[in-house]
């Protein structure tokens, strides 16, 4: 098979972690006989560096004829302390999520065997834990109506959803739901909040169509604790887009591997793949940066976007052993032990794929 | 000294830890010399039951009338599973916050050294903890404009702030934060709001009226990682209503030591002392829930309310020691060790003042 592939690094580590999960796509490719397209284009800091804005309708024109995006990383400490600066980082995320209708961010937690030592959990609250995020990533209180009114003395921001916008993404829920072990959980405010209540009875009444799906309702400060006390209860949950922020960044450190966690956004034109760590800063241009959460999100563009399920079990499986074997960055070296350059993990693991 | 203290039982196991926490007041006051007059007024499912609403005009006169509120907990299995139900506890609850202008919610959350192990959280990770939230509770998306559009496809919920909103929280943050370690944590996510932005800005402001307190800006993303990775970096965290449900929720359960946690919510005219555990409905009427939570928020009544430091010290130095005797509920007897019912932590608190 041949693909076209849109290779979004950005800023930060961007660059070195997609670096090292295109060497290892390219090997798989190799290996399976596919042949892979690389098309680099500029997002975040250093497209507002570059030409002014951080998506620039040639990146996004990138995008939309790419069968996938992989994503680095975006955001610079430049615009860390003034999030009213005219033109940030972030609105690249935002446009380009919107502009290539990224419904639906998919947000694995699962642990490693090995790095469960690592969780701030105890063991035995972490073991087992194997859940899924459903974010919806292009309506809410992100999108809505917002502004200032009396001189600027009051805000506002508003939440919308319409129940198609609701639909399509809890038939994701429930599809991967059955996939797995059939458990949804909707995460809302039904409580408090209108949005919720059309969440929750948009859900509620799709439930038929799925007969062999459980689906429970849980409000979402129950979740920001039942995730921390029994995070192996959940199977796949669903949520709005600002709760689906807050959870996500709760479930993942969690597990103890969030350096390793990959993260898919799928929707109407193509689909994107991108590690859930941020850009690191602090470590740009070092050789320091773990690539794993890189390389395992382009074992799930194989796996979903390409439907190539052997070539992303091919890659996991290699992650697995350079992680066994001790072949990692200094976040996951113990302490006597030998901490791999960024680029080193990567050609071990071409060399054992 | 001379108090009036409206007393909300409320539902399921409310009236249970509030009786013990009468008798440890009453005890108190009577070693000290004060004078308390309980006026008991209905609020939740049992008013909904009573009059057909959950915070009756009676009972808000009361309320109003009162030098300081206790209140057990509110909420009935009965309304559970319809979060769309014409009249719903929960009501009450946002209600009673309105009218009585209950603006800030104090949340502490610390550590019993004696309790460590009970958290998820390992040991190393817990140690040392000791924040408090300050919920702004009467404004933000709870109470903006919500409906319907669209035939009822379209659904949305305003989040409003106005700048005399953020600073009079704000300023109780600074003001907490100037008689513990100083420090204060503003949590927004002031790269998507608006309501953020003017969060952000109107703290910035204030930031040169207290220049010894120092002042970090956090997304509330962030925070919720950094609650469980190293929830004893935070001192004062100030946020707004919707963040402060889940943030304080999620701090909740990583002590260890929920069921002893107090809470309090100030405001203009009155201020309110309350458990944060539910009513737990499985639990009512079998005299087992655990009654500290109230009684320790009796003890933060005692010192808030009515300026009283020794009463309150007094409370809590005999609440350590029933913790220490292992004189206590069944959630936190050990293994092999005796439960004692709720009435029986009551009397011996009484016994050992
Ligand atoms: C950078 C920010 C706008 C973004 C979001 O809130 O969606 C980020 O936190 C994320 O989760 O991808
Ligand atoms: C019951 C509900 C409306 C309430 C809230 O969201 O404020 C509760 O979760 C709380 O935190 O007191």
Redesign the pocket.
Same mark, same amino acid.
């Given at each position: 098979m041949k693909f076209n592939i849109a290779l979004l690094a950005g800023d930060g580590i961007g660059p070195e972690v997609i670096n090292e999960a295109v060497k290892v796509s390219d090997a798989i490719a190799k290996k399976f006989n596919h042949e892979i397209n690389w098309t680099p284009a500029l997002t975040g800091a250093c497209a507002i560096d570059a030409v002014g804005v951080p998506y620039p309708d040639e990146t996004h024109e990138i995008c939309m004829a790419a069968d996938a995006v992989l994503f680095g990383a975006?955001?610079h400490p430049k615009y860390d302390n003034d999030p009213s600066a005219p033109v940030r980082?972030?609105q690249g !995320? !935002?446009l380009m %999520?919107k502009k290539l209708g990224l419904f639906a961010?998919v947000r694995p937690t699962f642990t490693f065997p090995s790095l469960i030592d690592n969780s701030p959990l105890k063991r035995e609250r972490i073991e087992g834990t194997d859940l899924v995020f459903l %974010?919806e !990533?292009t309506g809410g209180i992100?999108f809505g109506e917002k502004g200032r009114k009396d001189d600027g003395e009051t805000a506002f921001d508003t939440c919308t959803y319409t129940r198609p916008e609701v639909q399509r993404l809890a038939k994701k829920g429930f599809e991967l739901a059955m996939t797995r072990t059939k458990k949804l959980c909707c995460v809302d405010k039904a409580n408090v909040m209108e949005t919720s209540r059309l969440w929750r009875e948009t859900v509620q009444a799709m439930e038929k169509d799925y007969p062999e799906v459980t689906v429970s309702y849980e409000f979402v400060d129950a979740v920001a604790m039942r995730l921390v006390q029994w995070p192996n209860s959940y199977d796949v949950l669903i949520t709005e887009? !600002?709760f689906? &922020?807050i959870l996500? &960044?709760e479930a993942s450190v969690i597990s103890g591997s969030m350096g390793l966690m990959p993260s898919a956004s799928v929707g109407e034109h193509t689909s994107l793949y991108e590690p859930?760590h941020g850009s690191y800063p602090q470590a740009t241009g070092l050789n320091i940066a773990n690539p794993l959460a890189t390389v395992l999100s382009a074992a799930m563009m194989f796996e979903d976007a390409f439907g190539l399920k052997e070539e992303a079990e091919a890659i996991r499986a290699v992650v697995n052993k350079s992680l066994e074997q001790g072949i990692v960055t200094e976040d996951l070296a113990g302490k006597d032990a030998k901490a791999y350059k960024t680029s080193e993990v990567g050609d071990w693991l071409v060399a054992n794929l």
């Amino acid at each position: 098979m041949k693909f076209n592939i849109a290779l979004l690094a950005g800023d930060g580590i961007g660059p070195e972690v997609i670096n090292e999960a295109v060497k290892v796509s390219d090997a798989i490719a190799k290996k399976f006989n596919h042949e892979i397209n690389w098309t680099p284009a500029l997002t975040g800091a250093c497209a507002i560096d570059a030409v002014g804005v951080p998506y620039p309708d040639e990146t996004h024109e990138i995008c939309m004829a790419a069968d996938a995006v992989l994503f680095g990383a975006i955001g610079h400490p430049k615009y860390d302390n003034d999030p009213s600066a005219p033109v940030r980082p972030e609105q690249g !995320l !935002l446009l380009m %999520r919107k502009k290539l209708g990224l419904f639906a961010n998919v947000r694995p937690t699962f642990t490693f065997p090995s790095l469960i030592d690592n969780s701030p959990l105890k063991r035995e609250r972490i073991e087992g834990t194997d859940l899924v995020f459903l %974010r919806e !990533l292009t309506g809410g209180i992100y999108f809505g109506e917002k502004g200032r009114k009396d001189d600027g003395e009051t805000a506002f921001d508003t939440c919308t959803y319409t129940r198609p916008e609701v639909q399509r993404l809890a038939k994701k829920g429930f599809e991967l739901a059955m996939t797995r072990t059939k458990k949804l959980c909707c995460v809302d405010k039904a409580n408090v909040m209108e949005t919720s209540r059309l969440w929750r009875e948009t859900v509620q009444a799709m439930e038929k169509d799925y007969p062999e799906v459980t689906v429970s309702y849980e409000f979402v400060d129950a979740v920001a604790m039942r995730l921390v006390q029994w995070p192996n209860s959940y199977d796949v949950l669903i949520t709005e887009n !600002l709760f689906g &922020d807050i959870l996500t &960044d709760e479930a993942s450190v969690i597990s103890g591997s969030m350096g390793l966690m990959p993260s898919a956004s799928v929707g109407e034109h193509t689909s994107l793949y991108e590690p859930i760590h941020g850009s690191y800063p602090q470590a740009t241009g070092l050789n320091i940066a773990n690539p794993l959460a890189t390389v395992l999100s382009a074992a799930m563009m194989f796996e979903d976007a390409f439907g190539l399920k052997e070539e992303a079990e091919a890659i996991r499986a290699v992650v697995n052993k350079s992680l066994e074997q001790g072949i990692v960055t200094e976040d996951l070296a113990g302490k006597d032990a030998k901490a791999y350059k960024t680029s080193e993990v990567g050609d071990w693991l071409v060399a054992n794929l």
